[in-house]
C-alpha cells in the first residue's frame, strides 16, 4: 500500500480539463500560435499540439529484383559480420584479430544473402518493391487547460492569422 503523496503526480501528456484553443492545417502554425503565447507570457506548460486525422503515407522508393534484394542481404550481413568480429576480437586474446574479424565478415555475409534471398522468395512476387512509410496529422489541434482558456483566446486574437475561421 502506497503512502499519498503530498505533490499530485503530473501526467506530461495530459492536461487535466483540456479545452480546444484552436485547430490547424499544418504544424507550423500550430506552433506558431503556442510560440506567441510562450512570447506574451502565457503559461505554456498548460498547452498542448495534438495531430489529429492520422493517415499513413507509403513512399515507394524502387522496384525489388532478386539481384537488388540479393546486394542487400550481402551488404546487411557484412556489417553484422563485422560487428559480431569487432566484438570476438574484443575478447579474443589468442588468435588474429584481423582472421576473426574477416572471417565473421564472410560468414555474415553468406548469412545475410541466403536468408534475403529466402525471404524475397517467400513473397512470390506479391511485393516486388520497397518502401518507406509513416504517419502524419493532417489536423493540429492546440489544447488548453480550461481556467486559462481565455486568457489564451484574448491573446491569440492579437495575432493575425492566429485563430483559424471555425465558418471556412
Known amino acids: 500500500m502506497s503512502m499519498p503523496s ?10 487535466q480539463f483540456p479545452q480546444s484553443l484552436a485547430v490547424y492545417d499544418d504544424y ?6 503556442v510560440d506567441f503565447l510562450s512570447d506574451n507570457k502565457f503559461p505554456v506548460e ?4 495534438v495531430g489529429t486525422d492520422l493517415k499513413r503515407i507509403e513512399r515507394i522508393t524502387g522496384r525489388l529484383t532478386t539481384g537488388r534484394v540479393a546486394v542487400g542481404g550481402l551488404l546487411s ?3 553484422l559480420g563485422l560487428f559480431v568480429g569487432l566484438i570476438f576480437a574484443l575478447f579474443d586474446t589468442g588468435t588474429s584479430a584481423v582472421a576473426v574479424v574477416l572471417s565473421t565478415m564472410l560468414f555474415g555475409a ?10 524475397y522468395a517467400a513473397t512470390r512476387g506479391h511485393r516486388d518493391f520497397s518502401s518507406v512509410t509513416s504517419v502524419v496529422a493532417t489536423k493540429y489541434e492546440v489544447l488548453v487547460e480550461h481556467k486559462v482558456a481565455q486568457q489564451a483566446r484574448d491573446l491569440l486574437a492579437q495575432l493575425p492569422g492566429a ?4 465558418f471556412a
Open 28 to 33: 507550423e502554425a500550430a506552433q506558431r500560435a
Open 163 to 166: 485563430m483559424p475561421n471555425p
Open 77 to 79: 550481413g557484412v556489417w
Open 110 to 119: 553468406l548469412f545475410g544473402l541466403i536468408w534475403a534471398l529466402a525471404g
Open 46 to 49: 498548460q498547452c498542448m499540439i
Open 6 to 15: 503530498a505533490f499530485p503526480r503530473q501526467q506530461p501528456m495530459k492536461l
